[in-house]
């Protein structure tokens, strides 16, 4: 079975610091993304990573994919109030058994960024 | 979540009555994912759809739940005899491309937040 499991489940930051949130999965997958909910809100997609070594970076945002390591990584930089929200990562379980599109989530970081 | 309109946005329902979930994707789009999130937790699958057949229902309770995708009109989740249990906030998603490929994200509706009372 596919598992997904992502740390910490709750940050609270202040302005201006960084901190990482983590993502990992069980077994290999080649397809990882990231969401963003804001409360009661949709997701909103904020990065799909493809392959071993895949960094992007939006605004204050940046992730990564180790494949090896089985390993995602969402990277603050100097974290700003606008960012408080919750954030997903999921592995496609399309290689396990299931269809393309049958998204694996993690339970999310609820992320507080206080002034 | 621009063209994935789902609706109601809110739904309340007392025990034992039936509920029914609409999701439109764009014009020309023909996949439709359905998935349920529980309070506080990470969303999980419950149902793949194109036209009128079900590809991957792995994650669709065996009692109660069905889903369709009918030719004409929108893609509708169904609960019959609604639990408390079955509160929660109902997603639907679509890939953002017509006949697009997995490597851009799906794209999620607003939802519809079941309430059972």
């Known amino acids: 079975e596919l598992k997904v499991e992502q740390n910490p489940l709750f940050l609270s930051m202040q302005e201006g610091k960084n901190y990482t949130i983590y993502c990992n999965y069980s077994t290999t997958s080649d397809r990882l993304y990231w969401y963003r909910q804001d409360p009661g809100k949709s997701l909103e997609s904020l990065f799909v990573?493809?392959?071993?070594?895949a960094v992007k970076q939006e605004g204050r945002l940046m992730a990564s994919l180790d494949t090896k390591a089985r390993l995602s990584t969402l990277h603050i930089t100097a974290a700003v109030h606008d960012l408080s929200a919750t954030y997903f990562c999921?592995?496609?379980?399309?290689?396990?058994?299931?269809?393309?599109?049958?998204?694996?989530f993690g339970k999310g970081t609820k992320l507080s960024v206080k002034p | 979540n621009a063209g994935v309109m789902q609706n109601p946005r809110h739904l309340v329902r007392r025990r034992g009555q039936e509920a029914r979930l609409r999701c439109s994707p764009m014009?020309?789009?023909?996949?439709v994912y359905w998935y349920r999130q529980l309070p506080e937790e990470g969303l999980k699958f419950m149902v793949y759809?194109?036209?009128?057949?079900?590809?991957?229902e792995s994650g669709m309770p065996k009692e109660r739940f069905s889903a369709e995708f009918p030719k004409e009109g929108p893609s509708i989740l169904r609960i019959q005899q609604v639990v408390r249990g079955d509160s929660a906030a109902y997603f639907c998603?679509?890939?953002?491309?017509?006949?697009?490929?997995?490597?851009?994200?799906?794209?999620f509706g607003n939802g519809t937040r079941l309430t059972v009372t």
């Open positions: 759809l194109q036209k009128e057949n079900i590809i991957d």
């Open positions: 014009k020309g789009h023909s996949h």
């Open positions: 998603a679509c890939p953002p491309v017509v006949g697009g490929s997995f490597k851009s994200p799906l794209h």
């Open positions: 990573l493809l392959s071993n070594g």
């Open positions: 999921a592995v496609d379980g399309g290689n396990y058994g299931g269809s393309q599109g049958n998204l694996i």
